[in-house]
């Protein structure tokens, strides 16, 4: 079935969305984007999605399209123009069109281009939560400024697709032998009932959902570290997990052909994605 997307200020069916060829994300990968949650046909953490929005434009000199306000009334009108119940939506901005190819940025006369559309899938029951995932590690060789979040995704794209040639679903990546992050995820292990995930730094994105999980952790009394952890120590590790807005918290069983604990998901992460679905069910808008 056609969806209706946003495009620049109008619905249109996806089979007419247009977008120009000299559009600099299209280019240069000069735009950033966000995907939030829907569950029950409500949108989860849009204040934070929306914050991190900011700061990657403002990071980036590049102006907002439009207001939050019209951004969340977008959200819902593409909710309901598609009838998703579950699943998330796309948000991309970009440095727009100059109208041609070139390494300066246009003036403020040329306006953002904006994109949204709708991704349908029952984020709920997927069925990672109950097999969990397996990783591989691999180098990371993405920029240095990844807690802005940008569309230039080849590097991550990459990675994923080395695991899943090696038969796997998912790459932690790695520096100075320390695990940043997954390729779309925050990275977790969890060690005598201490959840440990990498400090925030520009070598990472500063995830929403990690955010709300590491909140929800703190009120449930179960202890958190923010500190690098190397994949032999995640291999140690009783349990591992990832969260993202399109994953939850979902748990890793097993990271380059070691299993993680008895390689069967944890008590922690499942836990945790119970709290954090609850929770967001609760706060969604
Ligand atoms: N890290 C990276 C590299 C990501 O691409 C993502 C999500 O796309 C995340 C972490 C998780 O961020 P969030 O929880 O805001 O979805």
Not at 20 to 35: C, H, K, N, Q, T
Not at 240 to 254: D, G, H, I, R
Request: hydrophobic share 40%; glycine share 6%; aromatic share 6%.
């Amino acid at each position: 079935m056609s969806r209706t997307v946003y495009v620049n200020g109008e619905y249109v069916a996806e089979e007419d969305a247009k977008i120009s060829i000299f559009d600099r994300a299209f280019l240069m990968a000069d735009g950033v984007y966000e995907v939030t949650s829907v569950i029950d046909q409500k949108i989860c953490e849009f204040d934070g999605h929306m914050a991190r929005l900011h700061r990657s434009l403002s990071e980036l000199k590049m102006k907002p399209a439009c207001a939050d306000d019209e951004l969340l009334a977008i959200h819902r009108e593409l909710v309901e123009r598609n009838d998703l119940d579950n699943g998330m939506i796309y948000l991309q901005i970009t440095r727009g069109s100059a109208g041609d190819r070139d390494f300066v940025w246009p003036g403020d006369d040329v306006p953002s281009s904006i994109v949204l559309f709708t991704q349908d899938k029952d984020l709920v029951n997927a069925p990672t939560a109950k097999t969990g995932l397996k990783v591989i590690s691999i180098e990371d060789q993405r920029w240095a400024r990844r807690d802005i979040k940008t569309v230039q995704l080849l590097f991550p794209s990459m990675a994923k697709m080395e695991a899943k040639a090696q038969g796997k679903d998912d790459a932690w990546l790695t520096e100075d032998g320390l695990v940043n992050e997954g390729t779309s995820n925050n990275a977790y292990i969890v060690k005598d009932g201490a959840i440990i995930t990498r400090h925030l730094s520009n070598d990472i994105l500063h995830g929403i959902t990690r955010a709300s999980v590491l909140r929800y952790a703190k009120e449930a009394q179960m202890k958190v570290e923010e500190r690098s952890f190397s994949i032999a120590e995640a291999q140690g590790a009783d349990e591992a997990f990832c969260t993202a807005a399109s994953a939850f918290v979902t748990p890793v069983v097993e990271i380059d052909g070691e299993a993680v604990g008895d390689g069967t998901p944890g008590p922690v992460a499942t836990r945790l994605r119970e709290i954090y679905i609850e929770e967001s069910r609760k706060a969604a808008i």
